[in-house]
């Protein structure tokens, strides 16, 4: 079992850029497909960025692709996603996930794994 922490998170201005990270514990994260997702307030969660079990496949929600980029550093145990040119409806609280499954998770069910989430505010 893994256990993963969010970190990163905070104000930041529109325009402005934030690198999240996910360090895992418990187990070797090269052994986890990984996602990101959102929740801002009185909104359901999101997908926003998975990477696969191997580290050859990305996928990103229209919303973030082209801004956002998700990467793992299998030295450290820990996932990232690079946010850059952050807009103010990219205000959410952002959790990493994992899973043990092959391919893109792209949806919250695909996950077995949670951390308990970092803020980020955009303030415009």
């Known amino acids: 079992q893994v256990q993963l922490v969010e970190s990163g998170g905070g104000l930041v201005q529109a325009g402005g850029s934030l690198r999240l990270s996910c360090a895992a514990s418990g187990r070797s994260l090269s052994s986890y497909g990984v996602g990101w997702f959102r929740q801002a307030p009185e909104k359901e969660r999101e997908f926003v960025a998975a990477l696969s079990r191997s580290g050859g496949s990305t996928f990103y929600a229209d919303s973030v692709k082209g801004r956002f980029a998700i990467s793992r550093d299998n030295a450290k145990n820990t996932v990232y996603l690079q946010m850059n040119s952050l807009k103010p409806d990219d205000t959410a609280v952002y959790y990493c996930?994992?899973?043990?499954?092959?391919?893109?998770?792209?949806?919250?069910?695909?996950?077995?794994?949670w951390g308990q989430g970092t803020h980020v505010t955009v303030s415009s």
């Open positions: 996930a994992g899973r043990t499954g092959y391919g893109l998770g792209l949806h919250g069910y695909h996950y077995d794994y």
